[in-house]
């Protein structure tokens, strides 16, 4: 059977972007079903709901989504739409690769407890949020990461403040049981994270696959976008056991959504790590080659001090794809 992909482009310049990279898949894999839904602030606005059941139903049942950015209104019964898939399909992975010429570091963050688990209360004259750091979702994340690095044949960093917090030494210490589990030598070291997020981006070439817990994940990943170009151009995908979610870094960006200027190539990015998980390495690397070649012919986007509309970008990546297949 073929894949169900789900096309969620949301609000703001992700209208803009998703469209391309549902092109550049369907271009490599026009058998698939790919069925389009609505979801995020605009959708709350017309319909009362930011992601109906029926929609959360079809993710649900999908193969992978493909999902662009939402925006988040100050209003308080809005319910977070991406809370709720992260929460409701245990996507507990959160891979984000850093690439660009001489860099290439995939983060694997802990995307379901640590900092975020959701446990927190306001006292009279302090408030409290609970970290937890568990057995089971340790084991997973850090075989998710190990599985990785073989794959890539690499070596492991693990981020902690060991050092420092008991969960963070716990984490270490069930990730050392874990590795010497794991019935294939894997080489690792482990760094404090003030040092690690420091020295990412002063030697990027000493790091291959990090792993490490929610928060740090998310401040290291941020970080290390600074090495390749901003956030138009970083892709990121969330795992579960049974469901996977694909999106640009970037959010709906409001400042330039409708003025055809958003840089695709975090969603067509994002699309390749889809295909990747869908095990067609060679679609994604044609898609990362048809994003070189159109940078080499001088078509750039305006963040990256070029010229071209996101419609032209679209326009000549997708002729380069063509010419791959
Ligand atoms: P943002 O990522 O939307 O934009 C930050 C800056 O980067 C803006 O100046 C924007 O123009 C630029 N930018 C972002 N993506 C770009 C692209 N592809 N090409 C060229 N320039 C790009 O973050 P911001 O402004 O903080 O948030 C805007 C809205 O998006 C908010 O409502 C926020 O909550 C939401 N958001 C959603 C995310 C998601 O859906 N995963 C992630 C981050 C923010
Ligand atoms: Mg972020």
């Known amino acids: 059977m073929t894949p169900t992909i789900v096309i969620a482009p949301g609000d703001g310049i992700g209208k803009e972007v998703i469209p391309i990279a549902l092109k550049a898949i369907e271009t490599l894999h026009p058998d698939w079903t790919y069925i389009p839904v609505e979801l995020g602030y605009e959708c709350y606005q017309k319909t009362g709901s930011s992601l109906s059941d029926e ?17 988040t209104p100050p209003t308080k019964e809005y319910q977070s739409v991406l809370l709720r898939i992260r929460k409701e399909l245990d996507l507990y992975a959160n891979l984000r690769p850093i690439q660009a010429p001489n860099v290439d570091i995939l983060i694997v963050r802990e995307n379901t407890e640590g900092l975020y688990s959701g446990i927190e209360w306001i006292e009279k004259d302090r408030a409290c949020t609970v970290r937890v750091v568990s057995e089971t979702g340790t084991r997973r994340i850090i075989r998710y990461a190990l599985e990785l690095t073989k794959k890539r044949n690499g070596h492991l960093t693990i981020g902690t403040k060991a050092n420092v917090l008991a969960s963070d030494a716990y984490f270490y210490e069930i990730a050392v049981d874990e590795i010497s589990k794991y019935p294939h030598p894997i080489p ?138």
């Open 55 to 71: 929609v959360f139903q079809i993710m649900r049942e999908s193969d992978a989504i493909l999902f662009g950015a939402v925006t």
């Open 188 to 325: 690792y070291t482990m760094k404090y994270i003030d040092l690690l997020v420091l020295d990412v981006i002063a030697n990027q070439a000493r790091y291959d696959v990090i792993v490490t817990t929610n928060i740090f994940g998310d401040i290291l990943s941020d970080a290390a976008a600074y090495l390749c170009g901003g956030l138009g151009m970083l892709p990121s995908a969330n795992i579960g056991v049974y469901h996977a979610f694909f999106e640009p870094v970037h959010g709906s960006a409001p400042d330039i959504a409708g003025t055809n200027t958003a840089n695709p190539v975090g969603a067509i990015r994002s699309a390749a790590l889809l295909l990747q998980h869908l095990g067609d390495s060679d679609g994604a690397a044609s898609l990362e080659t048809a994003i070189q070649n159109t940078w080499a012919a001088g078509i750039k986007t305006k963040d990256l001090f070029g010229t071209a509309s996101t419609t032209e970008f679209s326009d000549v990546f997708l002729s380069q794809l063509r010419r791959l297949i």
